[in-house]
């Protein structure tokens, strides 16, 4: 008869009478123990042990899913912007279009000029050139044609001048005729004009109206900058007689309706400038420069005499009369 002993485990240990060493912490772990051991600290360290398993599964899947999603990401964006670069319409919010709802200035009122050597009827310019009646024929025919000023672009400034000389003194006419373009899309050309005549108005010393005018009344000396530059424009014929040079230095010979002034009547913006001057063999010649303005357009009529006698002046009023009367013809011109 074989006796009976304690019951034996698994692993052959005693588990009735036998004391067995608890395990250490930590450093193993069996499935039954966790089923079987409740405490808090074991239960804690189930969870742990299961979340991070969780997050190993979770971890593995994103990377099985994020390199196809991407790839499919970027075809759709190179296909996209493929087909919106190959469109042949402009998108309305391009800005190489311009905005369009921004309202453009009105171009100016005169888009051609008038031909300048044609523009002065034959009868005033045997009045303002009176030495062509001492003329030939064929002489007077020649400088009744005039001389057409040089300029860059005639479809922006135009000129020409014509010159006579007498016994008794010799005569110079000159026509500059400038088209104002504005390159400012918020300036619009009339405006423009406005600026560059306002320009040409201060330089020369006008007085506004109810102003007083500038200017010694004694004249400009002999051999000064502005003498030289008259005589140089009465010669050339380009209109650069805008009485810039040399303000209204004995202008009117003091006469207070002949001195440098705004006028009234021609175009829509005009004034005088009148320059006595002295010329190297010691005679005066007299400058009278009429600039008015209509609309995008500036006309410049210069008018000089110079006396053949030293001892001789030129009449203001009557070089001013003769200007004035050329300058409301070529505005009249430009109304018709």
């Not at 800005?95 to 005169?110: E, F, N, R, V, W």
């Not at 995008?296 to 009557?318: A, F, G, L, M």
């Amino acid at each position: 008869m074989v006796a009976k002993g304690p019951p034996i485990s698994a692993d052959g240990v005693c588990g009735t009478h036998c004391v067995h060493r608890p395990p250490h912490r930590g450093k193993r772990f069996s499935p039954s123990a966790a089923i079987t051991d409740t405490s808090p600290r074991r239960l804690r360290t189930v969870q742990r042990i299961a979340h991070k398993a969780r997050r190993g599964v979770q971890r593995g899947a994103l990377r099985k899913v994020y390199a196809p999603g991407l790839a499919a990401l970027l075809v759709a964006l190179v296909a996209g912007g493929c087909t919106a670069g190959g469109s042949g319409s402009a998108s309305p919010t391009d800005p190489k279009q311009g905005d369009p709802t921004l309202s453009m200035p009105a171009p100016g009122k005169y888009r051609t000029l008038l031909e300048p050597c044609g523009a002065v009827p034959t009868s005033m310019l045997k009045d303002l050139l009176p030495g062509i009646s001492s003329l030939s024929p064929d002489q007077q025919e020649r400088a009744l044609e005039g001389t057409p000023a040089v300029t860059y672009d005639t479809d922006r400034r135009v000129g020409c001048g014509w010159k006579a000389d007498s016994p008794s003194s010799s005569h110079r006419l000159s026509l500059d005729i400038e088209r104002v373009v504005s390159y400012d899309p918020s300036v619009s050309d009339a405006d423009r004009a406005k600026q560059v005549f306002t320009k040409k108005q201060q330089a020369a010393h006008i007085p506004t109206a109810g102003g007083s005018p500038s200017g010694s009344p004694s004249g400009t000396p002999s051999g000064s900058p502005s003498a030289t530059a008259t005589a140089t424009a009465g010669s050339s014929g380009e209109g650069a007689g805008d009485g810039s040079d040399g303000g209204g230095a004995g202008g009117g010979g003091g006469a207070p309706d002949l001195l440098p002034r705004t006028l009234s009547g021609v175009g829509d913006a005009a004034y005088v400038n009148d320059r006595l001057t002295q010329s190297g063999s010691a005679t005066q010649n007299r400058t009278v420069s009429v600039v008015f303005r209509t609309s995008n357009v500036i006309v410049t009529v210069t008018y000089t005499q110079q006396p053949t006698h030293p001892d001789e002046v030129p009449d203001s009023k009557e070089l001013q009369d003769r200007a004035q009367a050329l300058a409301k013809k070529l505005a009249d011109e430009f109304d018709q």
